[in-house]
């Protein structure tokens, strides 16, 4: 199902929601069954329909429900629009208990075009009444605030920029300088160029110096900052393959990232990006998607379910 519903099928879906947290319990294969199986357009009409039909959000109604965990967490970043969705996620990871996570920031801001860019701004603006970058002003410092500062900037679209100028002075912010490196040309460049540019850049780095650019990357840079400047080159490189190694980041290890796979599975479950990413996944790690998630002992129940429900679809 990849088309838009029909106002019947809206008012059936809406309907079948309602009904499943009505009175004592909650149907959960209900929600499992909708929730998960229709795409992010699809629930922009049941999300307002839901609304029109009962005067509250549906996010508010489950909200309400006993939804714990992580079934609950997933549950209840699919009841609202991706929209709504990324911009909660940059709010929350500038202004959580811990401080700053720079990591859902790059997630969530790299890789955007200029028009997303402008979107996003002007709904942080409408639904925190305040500018993004005062936000990353107020929370972020050092490296992290100089680097989401430039993301947020808008790029260079010129093509009168030089791709070996930019290579040579990449070049020597990092490998060719005798000391230390140039974490301002780093960040302004690889902020600046659009993703076109950036693989002449890249090509051109190589050409002449004969090493990698991530080997550059990592040769110089060490700890968030090192994974924040990749995860940018990686993301223009090959935005989807990055996206793979995301998922794979998630389930990796001895501890499951419930909060990234979740985040991750929220933010791009449109069925043709979904697509793209399992076949970039088993490219990679020579595995389905599906079968790494159905692997994990610390994923289970109904959160396995609706997992595998949007990740199969």
Same mark, same amino acid.
């Given at each position: ?5 029909? &106002? +019947? ?10 009904? &499943?947290?009505? %009175? &004592? ?12 199986? #229709? ?9 307002? /329909? ?11 109604? @489950?909200?309400?429900?006993?939804? $714990? ?7 209840? %970043? @699919? ?16 202004? /959580? ?18 028009? *997303? ?20 002003? &107020? ?5 992290? #605030?100089?680097? +989401? ?11 009168? +920029? ?6 040579? $002075? ?22 600046? #160029?659009?993703?076109?540019? !950036? ?19 990592? #040769?110089?840079?060490? %700890?968030?900052?090192?994974? =924040? !400047? ?5 993301? =223009? ?28 599975? $929220? ?16 490219? !990679? ?15 289970? %129940?109904?959160?396995? *379910?609706?997992?595998?429900? $949007?990740?199969?679809?």
């Amino acid at each position: 199902m990849s088309q838009l519903l029909t &106002a +019947f099928e809206v008012e059936k879906d809406v309907k079948n929601l309602r009904n &499943a947290v009505k %009175g &004592a319990g909650t149907d959960n294969e209900v929600l499992i069954e909708i929730l998960g199986g #229709r795409t992010p357009q699809q629930m922009v009409q049941i999300i307002n /329909g839901y609304k029109k039909a009962y005067e509250v959000t549906l996010s508010s109604t @489950l909200s309400k429900e006993i939804l $714990i965990g992580n079934f609950g967490n997933l549950c209840l %970043g @699919l009841s609202v629009p991706i929209l709504e969705y990324d911009l909660s996620c940059v709010h929350e990871a500038m202004n /959580g208990w811990f401080g700053a996570n720079d990591s859902v920031l790059i997630e969530v801001l790299v890789g955007r075009t200029e028009k *997303d860019m402008g979107i996003i701004k002007t709904a942080y603006f409408a639904k925190y009444g305040k500018e993004i970058e005062d936000d990353v002003r &107020a929370n972020l410092s050092g490296d992290f #605030r100089t680097l +989401f500062l430039a993301i947020l900037s808008n790029k260079e679209t010129s093509d009168a +920029f030089n791709p070996e100028e930019d290579a040579d $002075i990449l070049y020597q912010a990092g490998d060719g300088k005798k000391w230390g490196n140039n974490k301002e040309a780093f960040i302004n460049i690889l902020t600046h #160029r659009t993703d076109k540019q !950036l693989n002449k850049i890249f090509y051109e780095y190589e050409k002449k110096y004969n090493r990698s650019f991530l080997g550059a990357i990592r #040769r110089n840079f060490s %700890g968030n900052l090192q994974n =924040a !400047l990749a995860n940018i080159a990686k993301s =223009a490189m090959n935005r989807v393959q990055l996206i793979a190694e995301l998922f794979e980041n998630a389930v990796y290890g001895i501890d499951t990232k419930h909060t990234k796979l979740i985040r991750l599975t $929220i933010r791009h479950r449109s069925p043709q990006v979904m697509k793209l990413i399992k076949e970039a996944y088993k490219n !990679l790690y020579d595995i389905s998607l599906e079968e790494r998630i159905d692997q994990e002992t610390r994923i289970n %129940g109904l959160y396995k *379910d609706l997992l595998m429900k $949007i990740i199969k679809d």
